[in-house]
């Protein structure tokens, strides 16, 4: 279980980024984060993953408390991230190179195969599209099996299709290994397309401000009227995030909301 | 199907039929860029060669292919060449081999420790500055006038841009690459193994290529400042003597030498570097 106990952190300029985040996720659990920007959802994912440390708070995981990374936590960055000198297969298999060959060969190929890229694993990462990349950076990431899987804005650079593509493809090699996933995002219909739970987050100081739990079953159809609801209901809860106007009409609150994620 | 998958198919499908295809393509590309890249030279010499023979100047100072030719199977003949090349060639090897090894040594370690780079990079900015054949004098009193002089200067003239290059090749590394070997919690010796060698490695091969070519307009400052052999003392020489093929022909053999050291550099590299995907990189099938 993934436990955070008022984490918060304060940079030395005295902006404070994050105050008092308590949460817990079960393992298995997928939780999406949004916000708008400059809300500390990034810096809260960095302060899990160890990347960054808290200035106060902890972060623990089955026990251990979090400092550094970890071995059971993977990271996906907006950014695929891949090592330009190292071929796709090497990529994918950046996080075994303490296994045998054999095991490595073996898994690499399948989590290749995984995520549909088999017949690219000998080339360069600038030969890949987008998509592609980032489908990498993902396989790269599930090869090691991790607990907790963050991903931070995966699929904001994306296209609008190559986005749906990707995000119905993290669930497909989710449910291998059933990780937590902690998905960073500013995408409301990738949210709820994800996660069990969607957190709204509110700026300065940023902390967890509203949570709406998105149990619809999955495989989740997009054009649902269940899905439209839970959206309807993320988008007025951001922007009561925002302090925004919450009117009646439904169209309004969504588009008011969409430019403040994005702006 | 998903746009992203067809595009992957559409891929692996136009992989294999091309190969034979763009093999002759490049080879005629090849030859294409050879003989460009010879057009100007080779038309100019032909040129004055001509004007020569036309008697349109006498050719005296400044000699035609003809003459400078001569002089070349001259000096062969006599196998001065072969000993004033090696001369030269020896002195670049030695001052580039030390002028790399403590440009490098240095500039890893000013790149990688703040500590370090504060101690000593301000200093070595400000011998930077100085000239360096400004440390002629200095050399000759604490060397001598034989060759440790000749390489000690050398290598100050390789370890400058060595140790620049070296240096803001690790202060540039890309931090999101260094993220993700710290997510995938590579110690200190590892991280520079699979994450900062790699990524400083184009960099750095520029800075050597730099260095190089300080090494050989330093050499002939070296070989100026009294020699008995040597392609620079060939220079003077000619001049001394009043023959400008000598001379000609001396700077040619160092712009092949120059030429070749580059090439080797650039070509032992090549095979590291094939992953690069930068502006200047070889152009590669979209």
């Known amino acids: 279980m993934l436990a955070l106990d008022h984490v918060g952190k304060t940079y030395p300029n ?13 393992p298995g659990e997928i939780v999406a984060i949004v916000g708008g920007s400059g809300c500390g959802k990034s810096t809260l994912l960095r302060a899990v993953s160890g990347l960054d440390r808290p200035t106060t708070g902890t972060v623990m995981l089955d026990g251990d408390a979090i400092t550094a990374p970890h071995e059971k936590i993977g990271m996906v960055f907006q950014e695929p991230r891949l090592l330009p000198w190292l071929s796709v297969a090497h990529n994918v298999g950046f996080g075994l190179e303490d296994r045998p060959k054999p095991e490595r060969n073996t898994r690499v190929k399948a989590q290749l195969d995984r995520v549909g890229l088999t017949e690219k694993a000998m080339v360069w990462p600038r030969e890949l599209s987008g998509g592609q990349a980032q489908r ?34 993290l669930l497909d090699v989710w449910a291998d290994t059933k990780p937590t996933l902690v998905i960073v995002t500013h995408d409301v219909d990738e949210a709820i397309v994800l996660a069990d739970r969607v957190i709204v987050m509110r700026s300065r100081p940023g902390r967890l401000y509203e949570e709406i739990v998105t149990d619809l079953a999955r495989p989740r159809d997009r054009q649902s009227a269940a899905f439209d609801f839970a959206k309807r209901r993320v988008l007025a809860a951001l922007d009561r995030s925002l302090d925004r106007q919450v009117t009646n009409d439904g169209a309004e609150t969504r588009t008011s909301a969409g430019a403040a994620l994005w702006w | 199907m998903s746009s992203v998958e067809m595009s992957v198919e559409a891929k692996s499908t136009a992989a294999p039929g091309r190969s034979v295809i763009t093999r002759s393509a490049n080879a005629v590309a090849t030859l294409e860029r050879l003989l460009l890249s010879l057009a100007l030279p080779v038309g100019l010499a032909v040129a004055w060669e001509l004007a020569v023979r036309a008697g349109l100047s006498d050719g005296r100072l400044v ?5 400078i030719f001569q002089e070349f199977a001259e000096l062969w003949r006599a196998g001065e060449l072969s000993r004033h090349v090696v001369a030269t060639l020896l002195r670049v090897a030695v001052g580039f ?31 930077r500055a100085v000239p360096s054949i400004a440390w002629i004098p200095l ?3 604490w060397l001598g006038i034989f060759e440790t002089s000749k390489v000690a200067l050398i290598a100050v003239g390789v370890f400058f841009p060595v140790y620049l290059g ?25 991280m520079v193994r699979r994450i900062l060698l790699p990524a400083v490695l184009p960099t750095y091969v520029w800075s050597l290529r730099a260095g190089l070519g300080l090494g050989w307009m330093f050499v002939i400052a070296a070989e100026f400042m ?13 001049q001394q003597l009043g023959k400008p093929a000598e001379i000609v022909a001396a700077i040619l053999a160092f712009a092949v030498l120059g030429k070749l050291s580059d090439a080797l550099v650039a070509g032992a590299a090549a095979p590291f570097l094939r992953w690069e995907d930068a502006f200047g990189a070889p152009q590669r099938e979209a």
């Open chain 2, 139 to 141: 050399f000759i009193l």
């Open chain 2, 166 to 190: 070296t240096m803001g090749a690790i202060l540039s590394v890309d931090r999101k690459i260094v993220e993700v070997g710290r997510v995938f919690r590579l110690s200190g010796f590892a």
């Open chain 2, 226 to 238: 009294g020699a008995s052999e040597g392609l620079g003392y060939l220079l003077i020489d000619g």
């Open chain 1, 136 to 169: 990498v950076a993902i396989a790269r990431a599930f090869v090691t099996r991790p607990a907790v899987l963050l991903l931070d804005e995966p699929f904001s650079a994306l296209d609008a299709f190559t986005r749906v593509d990707l995000q119905d493809h």
């Open chain 2, 97 to 127: 081999g030390f002028g790399t090894v403590a440009g490098t040594l240095l500039g890893a370690l000013a790149g990688y420790s703040s500590l370090t780079r504060r101690l000593i990079d301000p200093t070595l900015q400000g011998l």
């Open chain 2, 63 to 67: 000699p035609p292919p003809s003459r």
């Open chain 1, 14 to 26: 005295g902006v404070r980024a994050l105050e008092g985040v308590t949460l817990t996720v079960a």
